[in-house]
């Protein structure tokens, strides 16, 4: 029995280090300069209720300033910027062709609230207490430190306003997420394919709810609070300061 399972760890030990090198390719700069693009045509349909959710819940109107940290091709942003005109929006992301899609989407909607600059999640550059609102979604994972970026949102934001982090949840079912895997039209890949993705490199290497809310009080936050949408297996953490 002892030399079945030794024949097995080499094995399981290769397919963790694959696993770990797919994880830091995914967060890599590189890797969302390269196929930025083709994330972009994939994951707009399947989180459009997810954005008009978050959208519709910031606690943020008036002639608010709001920061949208990893914003991508800007679809979170774009959607504040329509919905708030006299609000003034900045989406960050270190990904400078992300950034650019996100200029063009801007251009080709007319909007002139709102700009796109590149930036680091984990040392924001901007000064304290400088948001009304801030909002981060799908990006938390890809953070070097998941902890100091929650601190930096905190930093930016203005006494007693609201931050809203939203993430795919870790502790998702197999059933609910084969469930969700239904809504992507990649005809690329085989189903198990797409499955074992997102099951082990991308809600796989995410955060569950507890541990999402224990890094927002780690950072300073003081009310924090979490939200679900049906049939949607994210995360939505607000948090205030």
Not at 110 to 123: D, K, M, V
Request: a positive charge.
């Amino acid at each position: 029995m002892s030399n079945v399972k030794d024949a097995n760890r080499p094995a399981a030990t290769s397919l963790k280090g694959l696993l770990q090198l797919i994880v830091r390719a995914r967060d890599a700069r590189w890797m969302w300069d390269c196929f930025g693009p083709l994330y972009n045509r994939h994951i707009l349909e399947p989180l459009s209720g997810l954005y008009e959710h978050i959208a519709g819940e910031l606690p943020a109107g008036g002639r608010a300033r709001i920061l949208d940290v990893g914003c991508g091709p800007g679809y979170v942003t774009l959607l504040l910027a329509g919905r708030l005109p006299s609000a003034s929006l900045i989406g960050i992301d270190y990904s400078a062709n992300q950034v650019r899609a996100a200029e063009r989407l801007r251009e080709r909607r007319a909007l002139a609230n709102c700009r796109f600059e590149q930036g680091n999640a984990i040392s924001i550059p901007f000064a304290d207490d400088h948001f009304e609102a801030v909002v981060s979604v799908g990006s938390i994972k890809h953070w070097k430190d998941a902890r100091q970026g929650l601190r930096e949102i905190r930093r930016v934001l203005a006494p007693g306003r609201w931050a809203v982090v939203s993430e795919t949840d870790k502790g998702v079912s197999d059933a609910d997420l084969k469930r969700f895997m239904v809504r992507f039209k990649v005809w690329f890949l085989w189903d198990a394919l797409l499955f074992w993705g997102l099951r082990n490199v991308v809600f796989g290497g995410s955060y569950t709810e507890r541990e999402m809310v224990a890094m927002a009080r780690s950072a300073g936050f003081g009310e924090v609070t979490t939200d679900r949408l049906e049939d949607c297996p994210y995360v939505i953490v607000k948090a205030r300061k």
